[in-house]
């Protein structure tokens, strides 16, 4: 293309004369898939056309745009002094495509993730310095909207152990490499286990288990997180219903069956076969849908706003229950809170665990207990570690506790062994 071959000419013209400088831009639109997907692809079409127009008005005569495919464009800036130059037109762009556009009498705001790459690497090919720009970009979109970032050598390892990741995690769920860790959920006025919640390991080949702070970002940003999800879902629930028929006759079990607890993100929340997917499953291992809650951080919940509570509605309709999980820590409006048809809060265990109790959270949590009962729901401490705080949850009334104090996640076999052990805490 005319933009490859301009690239080109600038890389060869650098390596004769030292002083010279260029740089590339790698640009996406933020939020351009929502925009077309809810005006139209004749609307998106127009909009592309205004953004190239406007990316054009902030070129200089020396400097080439294109559009890449999509909502990508590519900019060559020549002949330039120093970094400065870079972040002045890097900004001015940006400022440009935040102005709001009206097309057929609707307004619609964009901005753009710009990620730059400057000539001071030492590549001979133009698609290095796509490659480059394109990681720096993707860097600059996850810090969020209208932010750009220029390219390190430190991007390209990430992006490489980040290739590698993402190899390793499809080798994973080919060769089923995952395990379910179950942490016991206690009622804390009898001080027994009333259930787990199902907590996914990466039992790898070599690093032996592998926590999900070091895969799930991945997992979730590849779409992988799907296949997981719905693997954890399947074997909990009948791992739950093999226990509920082999400790039935036990006298703290007798009148309530073992519950278990699962996870769902984001990607998962949001897509169509979720309802379907939760009724097989309940089907074909003969767990109750009473038996399951499905855990889902108040953030996804706000996110999805007015589908969410529709989304929420049907899954109750399915007898299941729901819990806002990891509460306090998102921006749930407290106004709202009482429309979303859930049975648990779960409090964050930033609230409760380490020397938290002796910093003042100890009222945020009296508060989040009080709420509940308000609310009509249960409410369930996390991050439980020491006697000292089982004591002032009692104290507050709190119904339900997790954490190491308890017990640290186990596996099948260890948990099953502490439930014929029947603890008493």
Sequence with gaps: SAFIK?????INYSKRHEDYL??????????????????????????LLVIAQRLQECLRSIDVGA?????????LLEGIKDINDVINATERIQHQLAL??????????????????????????????????????????????????????DMHIQAISQLQLEN???RAIERFEFRIYYQPIVLLKTGK?????????????????????????TAQSTGLISPIDEWVLDEACRQTQQWQERFSQWSNLEQRPLTISVNLCSTRFSQQKLLLHINQVLQKTGLDAQSLTLEITETVIMENSDKATIKLKELRKLGIKLAIDDFGTGYSSLGRLHHFPINQLKIDRSFVSGDSVA?????????????SKKLGVDVIAEGVETAEQLALLKAM???YGQGNFFSRPLDNQAAAALIIANPQW
């Excluded at 740089?23 to 925009?35: E, M, N, P, T």
Aim: charged residues 25%; aromatic residues 10%.
């Design 6 to 10: 301009r690239l080109e000419h600038a």
């Design 22 to 47: 260029f740089a590339v831009l790698f640009l996406d639109l933020d939020g351009f898939k929502s925009i077309n997907d809810s005006l139209g692809h004749r609307f998106g079409d127009q909009l």
């Design 67 to 75: 559009r890449l495919g999509g909502d990508e464009f590519i900019i």
């Design 100 to 153: 709001p556009v009206e097309l057929d009498g609707q307004e619609v705001f964009t901005t753009a993730s710009i990620g730059i790459v400057l000539s001071s690497t030492n590549y001979n090919q133009p698609e290095e310095f796509l490659r480059d720009a394109d990681i720096a970009m993707y860097r600059a979109k996850a810090q969020g909207k209208v932010c750009y970032e220029i390219f390190n050598i």
């Design 168 to 170: 390793a995690l499809r």
């Design 193 to 217: 286990i009333i259930g787990f919640e199902a907590l996914v390991r990466w039992l790898h080949p070599k690093l032996g288990i592998v926590l999900p702070e070091y895969f799930m970002s």
């Design 359 to 371: 910093q003042g959270n100890l009222d945020i949590v009296e508060t989040m207990v009080i709420l």
């Design 397 to 399: 009334k709190c119904e």
